[in-house]
């Protein structure tokens, strides 16, 4: 009766973990598109008021400001979503993603329509093809996450670098390393997401809070990728 008992209890407990993985992924996905759609509809509105671009981009101090905020809302997420209300650790990422779009409304001036908008395509189907990958494969990520990890440091030192060199092939060898290194990381990201949601056993606000945390990487890859992929097709469209 007890061994049975236990095979019942073990079964109830991988129902309910197949019942939540799926949902927590998919949040996963809606927060991600909810908050490109956010950063894409700022970006888009700040970009089409003189007054704003004016605003932002004629301070040092407002540019600056903006940095520096989008900055401490992702170090603040990140480090302290265990301490942070779900309702909080939301509302600070969709703060975010609206900061982001506010600084990222220059693109709309520095490229055509046309290119932002193909690079953006470019970006949707290489992202969606390396998540894919992440999810799916049966290889472990683990330790090329941690080689793309030191590879991003290593490209934002260089990126500061070239800032005081200014120039520009670096400055393309740059972008199609972080190419290269936001495509392994999506798929890394997704995998990582995929193994922490599988381990949780319910939709609590604990799970979702890790769907969130999910969501931020994703959209993160996402937006440096697309970053990335715009310095080297713009170029090669002017």
């Known amino acids: 009766m007890e061994v049975n008992d236990l095979e019942r209890m073990i079964r109830e407990k991988e129902g309910s973990m197949s019942l939540a993985f799926p949902a927590l992924m998919r949040k996963v996905y809606v927060w ?57 650790a939301t509302l600070l990422f969709v703060l975010y993603s609206v900061l982001n779009g506010a600084t990222l409304s220059v693109i709309f001036v520095a490229y055509a329509p046309m290119v932002i908008a193909k690079v953006f395509f470019i970006t949707a189907g290489t992202f969606g093809a390396m998540a894919a990958i992440g999810y799916f494969t049966k290889a472990d990520l683990s330790k090329l996450g941690k080689l793309l990890i030191m590879a991003l440091i290593g490209l934002i030192i260089a990126t500061v670098v070239n800032i005081f060199i200014k120039s ?48 931020l990487s994703l959209y993160l890859d996402f937006i440096n990728l697309f970053l990335y992929l715009l310095r080297i097709f713009g170029r090669s469209s002017n």
């Open 168 to 215: 520009s092939s670096f400055d393309l060898i740059l972008s199609y390393i972080g190419v290269l290194i936001f495509v392994g990381l999506t798929a890394y990201d997704s995998q990582k997401i995929k193994q922490m949601l599988a381990m949780q056993e319910d939709m609590g606000e604990g799970a979702q809070k890790l769907a969130l945390m999910g969501a």
């Open 32 to 88: 991600m598109t909810l908050a490109l759609v956010l950063t894409a509809v700022t970006a888009f509105g700040v970009a089409s008021s003189p007054r704003l671009m004016v605003a932002i981009f004629s301070n040092s101090w407002i540019m600056w400001g903006l940095i520096i905020a989008e900055l401490a809302l992702v170090f603040t997420v990140s480090g302290a979503i265990n301490r942070l209300s779900l309702t909080t």
